[in-house]
């Protein structure tokens, strides 16, 4: 399908992006059959073809208004695109989850992606694994957070979530201060710092991963565009795991999508006295979600037979482990299981600190426990 | 079966409790054919029916001591008694599952069981829930143990456990700092204070609850003893809750014989920072345990469709409440829900403490969530 698209196709998309709300059936069905300039100038004319009932009234309050042409040159502006279906880097098979008949109504292909970075969006689609949570985060949520972000980097993994407050914000952090991939997706335009206060992290974002969305230049979220774009989350995404989560948090939302769309769905546990784990236990406990504690489990959702192999093999950075971490880390063999006295031992460490430490590093991947014995992974 | 023993049939009972190390399906089955009287006199005299051929191998060592009397006078002088089969308070019910051919080899039925206390054996046996888990038990542990325990006693449910240090001990002590029953199955003579610190403890128990034992007074604890005596544990429990359990923690020994007796299993998740949590998330996510978060789940757990009435109904002790608990306490009306705003205007609390207050009030069963909004249980 995909060619390289001319100015007039990639205006005619723009023009469709914006003329009604996303995701839009009609346009969609309109668009496949007349291709999208002709779709569009049809919109624009007001002379839609018999078999296409509700683009009228869905592009009735916008049809007149035509920014195309502005929103593509804000997007250039700011290093951003427009991805269409017909351009090679289209994550044509992770949206194709989005197309079954009984998703389409509430979610649908989106018709295109304004996409902002250096990331390729296939790719990133393909690799992301969602790390998704409260706003609301406490700190053991955060923790856990960066503590999956940087282990999943390290094992090639893009970390995909929503650029908000809390666990996504920590999530997408995490994975940049391990020099790794990841993808905002937004409830609002690509131009847009949303929220505020994360002005320069989506800025970092941008900068080295992927900031994407339905929406054109300059829309500002919304409640109904954040369940919109939550569905973009999980179909972007291999696996979809819920680090925190209150009893009505919008995490629930996503899962909900990851489910609807055959995307594995983790659940962190906490503490039963934490109100953010909550929703987390709630999804376990009625079977929705599976119990993940750290980056095996998680990566074992995503790849249950080790399928996906992302190339780079498996060095996994030690440069963030703490100073107990790195004499725990020297003292484990190159090969083969070593007892917690024996680390004890040969890392002059006392045995409750060997044992925190390797609690840290089981939830961060660098070592398995092995029958009682660890060994690095 | 029931009737009121002589002493010469109790001795007989006490002298084929201590003959062979328990439990042993050899003198059971023997004791079965002839009754304790003649069963204990063909021991002693070495000769022993055909049909029971492994009866004389079992008892060689200690076919000649003969302390049938002295454990007896011991236990009465202790407050502690010797409860059989044939006995009114023997919890044949419970203890039924243990005589599955499949369990048989390593578990089987005691023959006896030696308890102190005012305690009814067959009542608590019948309306005990096990919390169990790790020595080192961490303070999160300790602190869900206690709420758990304090819940449990206030809807009328025993507090089973092992009279160990960590979980064992803060259940225990949480269920008499109630008010309410609870049972202590013990790997060694109920005369003995193992382990040592538990001395006033166990005392405690045997004041107001019950300590059980398989074993004659004056048995020391050892290590296949703890084994056998988990069995017991399990069995004499309508459901078994994992509190906390790391990697290789006796608890999952007591675990495994709940599955293995068709008790319901539940854990209680924690930290995956936690090494304490480790073996809880692992049946969680094996499928081995549910996860249970309070005290509602947990009795969800051991009584599933309320089928077990204990009677008192619901009123539940607020004695244990802290002062802010006590202030969301009182906040909430008598019948229907609030939310967590109105809690905080009329308690006169800051929204977080309000939060914080009910994720506590809702584990130790206090509080109930209700689509976003909080009532009284």
Known sequence: MSHHLDDTERRAWAYLARVAEPPCAAIESLCDELGPVEAAAAVRSRSVPAGHPLVLEATAARAEIDTAAEDLEIAERIGARLVTRDDAEWPGWPLMSLSQSDTAARGGVPLALWVRGPGRLDDLATTGIALVGSRAASGYGEQVASSLASGLVAENWTVTSGGAYGIDGVAHRGALASGGSTMAVMACGIDRDYPAGHARLLAEIADRGLVVSEYPPGTTAAKHRFLTRNRLVAAMSAAVVVVEAGRRSGAANTAAWARKLGR???????????????????????????LVTGI???????????????GRGRTRSTDRLTADEQ??????????????????????????????????????????????MWRLS
């Open 296 to 310: 095996r489990s998680v990566i074992a959702l995503a790849a249950p037979d080790g399928a996906v192999d992302n």
């Open 327 to 372: 004499r725990v880390h020297d003292a484990l063999p190159g090969r083969g299981s070593v007892t917690i006295e024996e680390i004890s031992f040969s890392a002059g460490l006392d045995i409750p600190d060997v044992r925190s430490a390797l609690a840290r590093m089981d939830v961060s991947g660098h070592v398995v426990n092995d029958a009682g």
């Open 264 to 290: 594995p769905l983790g659940a962190v546990p906490g503490p039963v006295t934490s109100a953010t784990s909550i929703g987390c236990h709630q999804m376990i406990a009625d079977d929705l979600a599976v």
